[in-house]
């Protein structure tokens, strides 16, 4: 005599996919074959609750929480398009480069008044920020009163007269030819 | 035909959720064998042609109503759901509530073909060979389909249990 059936075995005798070998267990044994009718009458409660009874009602959302629900992902969805709208126009908004005359203006004599003696702002003094759009040297550098190139640490080099930070570069070498 | 209603009701009503729903296809399904009828088609096995009218239904209505399952039942079905379980059998009280609301889960989490399987075998009572003439399967199908409806219906309630 074989073993007995496992319960999956059993569920599969009784969609009738079972192998012969198992058929025949269930008919010699006792047990299986209780089982087996148990699992029937299980089968059998199952289908006449299906067949006779109402289905409960489902425990879901009441209407109108889902509604609000609906609202509230569309009133989000709304709000993240108009952000994002709005931060694509606000990056589009032109930002003054230092480049810009203005602001390399207001620099110059930022760095006037920061380095003027005597109360008296300095009129020879280096533009920090020399205008990168070209690659000449100090001769291109945008400048007013008169400003000339340095090398030196912030473009103090010549201005303040700090030893061993003499002028060079293409302008210095001008003037020293010119002499 | 009038024999067949009840029938296919019930069976409509379990393949869909909504029994308002489950009469419309029920009235599509008789308007169906009514054309049918007056252009000389009518099939040999009314029951069987019914069935399979009545699943199909169910089946596109099904595919076809995601807006009304968003929406859920109507009222007017909820008012028919609560009317007919304010008076259960003796049986159906002495089985009790919880465990017949299991049993309703455990079947509509079932995939849409195995509830029809199971439908048709254990509640219409056909056999294999005529659920499978039924639904267009065949036979081994059917039986493949019926094994993994009752292991998971039989899951659902052991581990809820």
Redesign the interface.
């Given at each position: 005599m074989t073993r007995c059936l496992t319960?999956?075995a059993l569920?599969?005798l009784?969609?009738?996919?079972g192998p012969p070998t198992d058929r025949a267990h269930l008919a010699v044994c006792a047990s299986c074959t209780a089982r087996y009718r148990r699992l029937q009458s299980?089968?059998?409660?199952?289908?006449?609750?299906?067949?006779?009874?109402?289905?409960?009602?489902?425990r879901?959302m009441p209407?109108p929480r889902?509604w609000i629900a609906a609202a509230a992902v569309l009133a989000a969805a709304v709000a993240g398009i108009w952000v994002s709208i709005d931060i694509a126009s606000w990056r589009q908004v032109p930002v003054r480069s230092l480049q810009d005359p203005v602001v390399s203006t207001a620099m110059t004599d930022l760095t006037a008044a920061l380095f003027s003696v005597d109360g008296e702002p300095r009129r020879r003094t280096t533009l920090l920020v020399p205008d990168m759009t070209q690659e000449a040297g100090c001769e291109t550098v945008t400048s007013m009163a008169g400003i000339h190139c340095a090398d030196g640490l912030l473009g103090l080099g010549e201005g303040m007269g700090a030893p061993g930070l003499e002028p060079h570069g293409p302008s210095a070498d001008r003037a020293d030819g010119q002499d | 035909m009038d024999a067949h209603r009840g029938r296919l009701l019930?069976l409509c009503?379990?393949l869909l959720?909504d029994?308002e729903e489950a009469q419309d296809v029920v009235q599509d399904v008789f308007v169906k064998a009514y054309d049918a009828q007056m252009q000389g088609r009518a099939p040999g096995d009314w029951a069987t042609w019914l069935t399979r009218v009545a699943i199909n239904a169910c089946h596109d209505r099904r595919r076809a109503g995601w807006w009304m399952h968003?929406?859920?039942?109507s009222a007017r079905g909820?008012e028919?759901?609560?009317m007919?379980?304010a008076d259960?059998?003796p049986?159906?009280r002495a089985?009790g509530?919880e465990?017949?609301?299991l049993?309703?889960l455990a079947?509509?989490r079932l995939p849409e073909r195995q509830r029809q399987v199971f439908?048709l075998r254990?509640?219409e009572e056909l056999s294999?060979e005529e659920a499978a003439a039924t639904l267009g399967l065949s036979p081994g199908s059917v039986?493949?389909h019926?094994?993994r409806a009752?292991?998971r219906?039989?899951e659902g309630?052991r581990g809820a249990s």
């Open positions: 319960d999956r569920t599969r009784l969609a009738d996919l299980e089968l059998a409660g199952i289908a006449h609750v299906l067949a006779t009874t109402p289905e409960p009602r489902p879901t209407a889902r | 019930r009503r379990l959720r029994p968003f929406r859920g039942s909820e028919l759901q609560v007919a379980a259960p059998s049986a159906d089985l509530e465990t017949r609301r049993i309703w079947f509509r439908v254990y509640i294999t039986k493949r019926l094994f009752i292991s219906l039989r309630l």
